[in-house]
């Protein structure tokens, strides 16, 4: 069975420093890759996604960037952080196309919650 | 045209009464209508979804009704449990023709439903 890792779990940095969030995929290959950021009480916001090893799509412009070193593992990273960055980080996978049937369910993990102090 | 809009924002309902949250699309070449639930602290997980080429779909007490000539689609919580209290996020997609399996995530509604 497929299974996602997210770590930390919780992080509390100060603004200026740097970030860097780790996800891994286990038990399916070729994924494609997202990660989202939640602001409390907030909706999803798609801030990168990768269809295979170091092709990565980014949505919204900032000061965040994401790399996909390995097939299986996605790292969101930043140099300086800022106030505006704290949230609820969330990584998920889909099966690529070429595996995929009519849908195209995405499987979250548990997140990593982060607060820029 | 890529949002989905959702609504209520927040809705409280009784033990055993219906929750019902919608949502409304523009792009006409989503072929892919997905409804997550998620818990407080906890990543979204799937919940129910359709294609366009059904009406309904139903999966024990929640049921998704579709209106393609609409663009709309909702969700129904029958029989509301205290345990269904979490935040619900309908999203589309093109899932036929995209390899990016990106999906359009609606704003979120929270849900309480009291004992």
């Known amino acids: 069975s497929q299974t996602i890792h997210q770590w930390p779990a919780t992080l509390v940095q100060p603004v200026g420093s740097p970030l860097s969030l780790e996800c891994t995929v286990e038990?399916?290959?070729?994924?494609?890759l997202y990660w989202y950021r939640q602001a409390a009480g907030r909706g999803l916001q798609l801030l990168f996604y990768s269809v295979g090893i170091g092709q990565i799509s980014s949505e919204v412009p900032q000061n965040l960037s994401a790399s996909r070193p390995q097939d299986r593992q996605f790292i969101l990273s930043s140099k300086k952080l800022l106030l505006s960055d704290s949230g609820f980080y969330l990584c998920?996978?889909?099966?690529?196309?070429?595996?995929?049937?009519?849908?195209?369910?995405?499987?979250f993990g548990p997140g990593t919650r982060l607060t820029v102090l | 045209q890529q949002q989905v809009k959702q609504s209520p924002q927040s809705l409280i309902v009784q033990k055993g009464g219906i929750s019902i949250i919608n949502c409304a699309y523009e792009n006409t070449a989503f072929d892919y209508f997905p409804w997550y639930q998620q818990f407080p602290g906890k990543g979204p997980a799937l919940l129910i979804a359709?294609?366009?080429?059904?009406s309904e779909k139903k999966e024990g007490r929640f049921t998704i009704s579709f209106n393609k000539s609409a663009k709309q689609f909702s969700l129904h919580i029958m029989d509301s449990q205290p345990g269904d209290s979490a935040t619900y996020f309908c999203?589309?997609?093109?899932?036929?023709?995209?390899?990016?399996?990106?999906?359009?995530f609606g704003q979120g509604t929270t849900l309480q439903v009291k004992p």
């Open positions: 038990g399916t290959s070729n994924p494609n």
């Open positions: 999203a589309a997609s093109n899932a036929g023709s995209s390899n990016t399996g990106k999906l359009i």
């Open positions: 998920a996978w889909s099966v690529g196309l070429a595996g995929r049937v009519w849908y195209n369910e995405q499987f």
């Open positions: 359709i294609r366009p080429d059904v």
